[in-house]
């Protein structure tokens, strides 16, 4: 498994931004699929964004896309997330993923992750 720390959440109005930020620990981490997702209270984890080991497969919910990028350096083995035009919706607990998603199919199962971070809150105020 990876070890991953987040960082980089808080409290921002509705419009702003935000930078999430994983490391992750070095000796395997550009092997794996690496992704965010969310959990807001009484809700079900969702799935965010994923990028592929390779950088060339990227995900998105279609409830973030257009909004939010994900990005990956492998030289500072660490993930990102940058999320623009931040909606009081987007509020949650965000955590960091790695993992072996199947080939070929649409990486947003929690399943496809076996390391997760603790998680960082993400709250956008109206």
């Known amino acids: 498994q990876v070890q991953l720390v987040e960082s980089g959440g808080g409290l921002v109005q509705a419009g702003g931004s935000l930078r999430l930020s994983c490391a992750a620990s070095?000796?395997?981490?550009?092997?794996?699929?690496m992704g965010w997702f969310r959990q807001a209270p009484g809700e079900e984890r969702q799935f965010v964004a994923a990028i592929s080991w390779t950088g060339n497969r990227i995900y998105y919910a279609d409830s973030v896309k257009g909004r939010f990028t994900i990005s990956r350096d492998g030289a500072k083995n660490t993930v990102y997330l940058q999320m623009n035009s931040l909606k009081p919706e987007d509020t949650a607990v965000y955590y960091c993923?790695?993992?072996?998603?199947?080939?070929?199919?649409?990486?947003?199962?929690?399943?496809?992750?076996?390391?997760w971070g603790q998680g960082t809150q993400v709250t956008v105020s109206s």
């Open positions: 070095p000796r395997t981490f550009n092997s794996y699929t």
């Open positions: 993923v790695a993992g072996y998603p199947e080939t070929g199919r649409y990486p947003d199962l929690p399943a496809d992750y076996n390391s």
